[in-house]
């Protein structure tokens, strides 16, 4: 007999045909029976033996995808897994199931888990309201290495894209080479371009084309026009500093200086580090490579560092990398016998 031989309504039947399965085809009919809705079938289920948390929740992930609400309440009554909840939220985030999200979240779920990734299928999926649920509730806007904004204008998706905007997503961060205001332009959507007029008149508008056009002298110079700061500080600023890491990289005999980093836009601006920590990306300027046989100078650098930045760097992992590339030995020539 199979279960969809089986009445809706004929309990017993149903009762009896559950009895003759083993305890894996009941655990599989627990996840289909979820996945359905049909939580007195969930019930009876668990009563048999199945647990709740089988295959790390798979009947909370189904239920909440679906947005079958009496399953899900009942699920989380039975003490369910921490990750059997965050993945939770994710499918109720990719169905757009709002009410699954907020009894998720209330609940337990952790919006920021796995790098806050319902966030990132918020973006993908166009779910603003959602979006704006799970910033509220401690997700990170600034996740997924800051793209958010700009994969939420790459789909089409300017009502998520304010969202992130309203909670803090800077329009300077850029993906695939483009920042928010480009991302716009580029798929149309004007009215969101509209809401960036001022900052496009701003300093930070300026996209990573314009810095990688310029050599390091060009970067390295004094800019009256821009408050005496220098493209290094424009860079940083901007959101585009790993173009210039990237460029001394592969320059031959160039190498970051402390005075890059530490110079101080007069009369009293703020220094090349500080603005990377202002724009949380001060990692870029200690990859261990830009330092290689120069750990001393690394180390002046970071102690230039505004204090309330220096979380931002893992500075023993930095040393050991430096120490790393230091002694790595170099290969050995050889020749061929005659």
């Given at each position: 007999?199979s279960?969809?031989?089986i009445d809706?309504e004929?309990d017993d039947?149903w009762l009896d045909?559950?009895?003759?399965?083993?305890?894996?085809a009941?655990?599989e009919?627990?996840v289909?029976s979820?996945r359905d809705?049909?939580?007195w079938?969930c019930e009876?289920?668990?009563?048999k033996?199945v647990?709740?948390?089988?295959?790390?929740?798979q009947?909370?992930v189904?239920?909440?995808?679906?947005?079958?609400?009496?399953v899900l309440?009942?699920?989380l009554t039975k003490?369910?897994?921490q990750s059997?909840?965050?993945?939770?939220?994710?499918?109720a985030?990719v169905?757009?199931?709002?009410?699954?999200?907020?009894?998720?979240?209330?609940?337990g779920a952790?919006p920021g888990?796995?790098?806050?990734s319902a966030?990132?299928?918020c973006a993908m999926h166009?779910?603003d309201k959602?979006?704006?649920?799970?910033?509220?509730?401690?997700?990170d806007?600034?996740a997924?290495?800051?793209?958010?904004l700009c994969?939420a204008?790459?789909?089409?998706?300017?009502?998520?894209a304010?969202?992130f905007l309203k909670h803090?997503?800077s329009?300077?961060?850029?993906?695939?080479?483009?920042?928010?205001f480009e991302?716009?332009?580029?798929?149309?959507q004007?009215?969101f371009a509209?809401?960036l007029?001022q900052w496009v008149?701003?300093?930070?508008?300026?996209g990573?084309?314009?810095?990688?056009?310029q050599s390091?002298?060009?970067?390295?110079?004094?800019?009256p026009?821009?408050?005496g700061r220098?493209?290094f500080h424009?860079a940083?600023?901007?959101?585009?500093?790993?173009?210039?890491?990237?460029?001394?990289?592969?320059?031959e005999n160039?190498q970051?200086?402390?005075e890059?980093?530490?110079?101080?836009?007069p009369p009293?601006g703020?220094?090349?580090?500080?603005v990377?920590?202002?724009?949380?990306?001060l990692?870029t300027a200690?990859?261990?490579a830009l330092?290689a046989?120069r750990?001393?100078?690394?180390l002046?650098?970071?102690?230039?560092?505004p204090?309330a930045?220096?979380?931002?760097?893992d500075i023993p992992?930095?040393v050991s990398?430096?120490?790393?590339?230091?002694?790595?030995?170099k290969?050995?020539k050889?020749?061929l016998?005659?």
């Amino acid at each position: 007999m199979s279960v969809v031989d089986i009445d809706d309504e004929d309990d017993d039947k149903w009762l009896d045909y559950v009895s003759s399965l083993t305890p894996l085809a009941r655990a599989e009919l627990f996840v289909k029976s979820a996945r359905d809705g049909e939580r007195w079938r969930c019930e009876q289920l668990m009563e048999k033996g199945v647990d709740a948390n089988f295959r790390d929740g798979q009947a909370l992930v189904a239920a909440a995808g679906k947005g079958r609400m009496g399953v899900l309440a009942l699920l989380l009554t039975k003490n369910m897994n921490q990750s059997a909840k965050d993945s939770a939220l994710v499918e109720a985030t990719v169905g757009g199931r709002e009410d699954a999200v907020n009894v998720l979240l209330a609940h337990g779920a952790d919006p920021g888990s796995d790098d806050s990734s319902a966030l990132w299928y918020c973006a993908m999926h166009g779910r603003d309201k959602i979006a704006d649920t799970l910033l509220k509730s401690g997700a990170d806007v600034n996740a997924h290495n800051r793209e958010l904004l700009c994969i939420a204008l790459s789909h089409g998706f300017g009502d998520v894209a304010a969202v992130f905007l309203k909670h803090g997503a800077s329009p300077a961060n850029h993906y695939r080479g483009l920042n928010a205001f480009e991302w716009a332009a580029e798929t149309g959507q004007m009215e969101f371009a509209k809401t960036l007029r001022q900052w496009v008149n701003s300093d930070e508008h300026i996209g990573p084309a314009h810095f990688r056009s310029q050599s390091l002298d060009e970067l390295r110079r004094v800019l009256p026009e821009r408050g005496g700061r220098t493209g290094f500080h424009v860079a940083a600023a901007a959101g585009s500093f790993d173009v210039i890491c990237d460029k001394i990289l592969t320059t031959e005999n160039e190498q970051l200086r402390v005075e890059d980093l530490t110079r101080i836009a007069p009369p009293a601006g703020p220094s090349v580090l500080a603005v990377l920590g202002q724009v949380g990306q001060l990692s870029t300027a200690f990859n261990a490579a830009l330092w290689a046989g120069r750990k001393d100078d690394m180390l002046k650098a970071y102690a230039a560092v505004p204090a309330a930045y220096r979380d931002q760097i893992d500075i023993p992992a930095v040393v050991s990398a430096i120490d790393h590339l230091t002694i790595r030995p170099k290969p050995g020539k050889f020749t061929l016998k005659p």
